[in-house]
């Protein structure tokens, strides 16, 4: 450890999605099976029509033919388009027109019977975890999901409304009202809700099942970390996490990072007490960043 020796020290892993969501879990001891989506490294797309959640569905009923507890459905990498419908298909949901065949098929949706998606579902309690800049995301209007895409690349206006209207359908034959967060990882958390699914983000899970909050608010100081603090990404999901943790508890909240681009009064605005700059290289081993934050420490641990 970094610390003074007699300084006790809570280590708590958070994570926002992938494998390093799975890891995160498993090392606080909880038995969640985490189900993530295809990897996504582009940039989300404009308004794909075609594009469908049905691999991620097979993987989801996979899962649940096990019966677990509990079923994670990572969504941070989702990047499809349908609203969940490819999933509703792979868990055995059947409509009036294509649920397979993405957004584009959607249209003259009336109805969708989901007995046989949700006998696959069972007792398992579902989790959805989005990334948590999309906990505000709308599906359906002006602040939806079909606008924000649409708008960003220049999409057909009357393509737009089409595709926005198939959504609001499928939400309708769902029983799904929007609100923030339905507009995520391209509308899956609609299809998720109707299964009963609760949702939130992968570092506020991770935090929950830590019972964080509490430790927190024991604390005399919080501290998170992340490779590079700049104004734009302000370090990343997980800093954004504890500093708001922080914030509840009212404890004070230091960021370590490699590199540093915000001013005092910046970092302030974040609702962080102090920014620490380890420096080093990208690829720090263990014993380097141990001794580089040995020094930081230092600085306030008595």
Known sequence: MAVRPGVEVAVVPLAAGGDDLRQALAELGDDAVVVTGPAADAPEPGIDTQSSTLALGRDLAAVLADGPRRVVVDLTSVRTHDGGAGLLAALGARADVP?????????????????????????????????PEQLGDMLLGLRGLTARRGHATGADPALMLATDASLGALAGALGVQD?????????????????????????????????????????????????????????????????????????????????VEVSSRELRTFGAEIAYALGGGPLLDAAELTARAAGMAGSWTW
């Open 99 to 131: 649920l397979d065949a993405g957004v584009g098929g959607l249209s003259g949706l009336t109805h969708v019977d989901l007995d046989t998606a949700r006998e696959a579902v069972g007792a398992t309690e579902l989790v959805a975890a989005i990334h």
């Open 179 to 259: 609100g923030p967060g339905m507009g995520a990882a391209g509308g899956a958390l609609v299809a998720l809700t109707a299964l009963g699914a609760w949702f939130t983000s992968g570092p506020a899970l991770c935090a929950q099942v830590a019972h964080l909050e509490q430790t927190a608010a024991a604390a005399d100081v919080v501290v998170t970390g992340a490779d590079h603090l700049d104004f734009v990404r302000r370090g990343g999901p997980v800093v954004g996490e504890v500093i708001s943790l922080a914030e509840r508890t009212l404890r004070p909240c230091v960021v370590v990072a490699r590199t």
